[in-house]
């Protein structure tokens, strides 16, 4: 019998990469930003926050992790365009980009403003759309390169409570995944991205204690997701052991929703 040695459970499997994280300040980006830094990336935080993001790079100083932050709006083209050079600067290269910052806006159809639609779509598409265009060429070149989006099972299923803009912005980020997918594969570019639902972050703080437990109820393992849950994910698809999944979206909602 083969005892399995705990010490080489996945370590370091982001060794000598670069990863560039968008809305790394809190929630799962920071969480995501901090499990690949523990397993040896390079880090590039990015937020439009910057009290947050310099608390953040506060902890991750005192963590001795190797990392850079930026201030970044990235519904601004010419500031995602500073972030991405900023981060060769610093580092030579962008191995993984993970796409994670985005607006959610909980208001009536006929309530939704054309700022709201403006903004939801500037944030979550966009931004996107702004970032991946930037490292496109840049990981061409290394002939490899890891992208990974934050969607939404709204995305796929559509919701009752959050503004519909939100819903639609983030069906474009699944088809964006996709054809990005199809693009890039031939240079060694894999894209996927995660459906989360029921993730307790910061986003999530208009939920009542009672609407969280009649929601942990409806899910079969009875529980509501964590930002290290969704981290876990995000850092799988963004490291080499995903390398022959691409164009996938996946759900990661205890099972409350599946397809």
């Known amino acids: 019998m083969i005892t399995p040695n705990k010490e080489s459970k996945v370590k370091n499997r982001f060794e000598?990469?670069?990863?560039?994280i968008t809305?790394?300040?809190?929630?799962?980006?920071?969480?995501?930003?901090?499990?690949?830094?523990?397993?040896?990336?390079?880090?590039?935080?990015?937020?439009?926050?910057?009290?947050?993001?310099?608390?953040?790079?506060?902890?991750?100083?005192?963590?001795?992790?190797?990392?850079?932050?930026?201030?970044?709006?990235?519904s601004k083209r010419?500031?995602?365009?500073?972030?991405?050079?900023?981060?060769?600067?610093?580092?030579?290269?962008?191995?993984?980009?993970?796409?994670?910052?985005?607006?959610?806006?909980?208001?009536p159809i006929e309530e939704t403003t054309d700022e709201i639609i403006e903004k939801t779509l500037d944030i979550n598409v966009k931004g996107v759309l702004y970032a991946i265009r930037a490292v496109t060429p840049?990981?061409?070149?290394?002939?490899?390169?890891?992208?990974?989006?934050?969607?939404?099972?709204?995305g796929k299923n559509g919701d009752n409570s959050t503004s519909f803009v939100y819903g639609a912005s983030k069906g474009a980020?699944?088809?964006?995944?996709?054809?990005?997918?199809r693009q890039l594969g031939p240079y060694g570019?894999?894209?996927?991205?995660?459906?989360?639902h029921a993730v307790m972050t910061e986003m999530m703080s208009y939920w009542t204690e009672e609407k969280k437990a009649?929601?942990?109820?409806?899910?079969?393992?009875?529980?509501?997701?964590?930002?290290?849950?969704?981290?876990?994910?995000?850092?799988?698809?963004?490291?080499?052991?995903?390398g022959f999944i691409t164009g996938e979206t996946v759900n990661i909602n205890g099972g409350y929703y599946m397809d």
């Open 173 to 181: 980020v699944l088809t964006i995944t996709r054809s990005v997918a």
């Open 189 to 196: 570019i894999t894209c996927n991205g995660i459906a989360p």
């Open 214 to 242: 009649a929601m942990a109820a409806k899910i079969p393992i009875r529980r509501l997701g964590t930002e290290s849950d969704m981290a876990a994910l995000m850092c799988f698809l963004a490291s080499d052991d995903s």
């Open 78 to 107: 010419s500031q995602v365009d500073n972030l991405i050079n900023e981060a060769v600067k610093a580092f030579g290269k962008i191995d993984i980009l993970i796409n994670n910052a985005g607006l959610l806006l909980t208001v």
């Open 16 to 20: 000598g990469k670069v990863a560039v």
């Open 138 to 154: 840049i990981m061409k070149k290394q002939n490899y390169g890891r992208i990974v989006n934050v969607s939404s099972i709204t």
């Open 23 to 74: 809305g790394s300040a809190r929630g799962m980006g920071k969480e995501t930003a901090k499990q690949m830094a523990m397993e040896g990336a390079s880090i590039v935080l990015t937020d439009i926050d910057k009290v947050a993001i310099e608390k953040t790079a506060e902890e991750f100083k005192t963590a001795g992790y190797d990392f850079i932050s930026v201030l970044c709006d990235i």
